[in-house]
Nanobody, 130 residues
Framework: QVQVMESGGGLVQAGGSLRLSCTAS????????MGWFRQAPGKDREGVSC????????YYADFVKGRFTISRDNAKKTLSLQMNSLKPEDTAMYYC???????????????????????WGKGTLVAISS
């Protein structure tokens, strides 16, 4: 059975750091690009950062550039997101997903809809206090 699961969320003061992790099973992890998305209450889900199967390509949303770093370990079938210099506006539910095809930038940037993404985690909550 396909499973994607996030962990590492929590409550942190502005300026602090968190490291999110995602574990995957039930599919060939190294064959998929992976991504982190987030959604605040009442707002649409948006791409945060994505990485190709070999880490040769990455994408970062403008609002996290210079602060967040995405990485993956294909041997351990895990995806990570190191988040530094956190801001109150980073508060959201963060989701891990496996991306179909090869155009990770289209999914991650929001230019392509998310309806074709079928492998999602349940989310981990990140809350940043001011």
């Amino acid at each position: 059975q396909v499973q994607v699961m996030e962990s590492g969320g929590g409550l942190v003061q502005a300026g602090g750091s968190l490291r999110l992790s995602c574990t995957a099973s039930g599919f060939t992890f190294r064959d998929y690009s992976m991504g982190w998305f987030r959604q605040a209450p009442g707002k649409d889900r948006e791409g945060v950062s994505c990485v190709s199967w070999s880490e040769s390509s990455t994408y970062y949303a403008d609002f996290v550039k210079g602060r967040f770093t995405i990485s993956r370990d294909n041997a351990k079938k895990t995806l990570s997101l190191q988040m530094n210099s956190l801001k109150p506006e980073d508060t959201a539910m963060y989701y891990c997903a496996a991306l179909p095809g090869f155009r990770l930038d289209e999914y991650c940037s929001g230019s392509r809809g998310l309806s074709d993404i079928h492998y999602w985690g349940k989310g981990t909550l990140v809350a940043i206090s001011s």
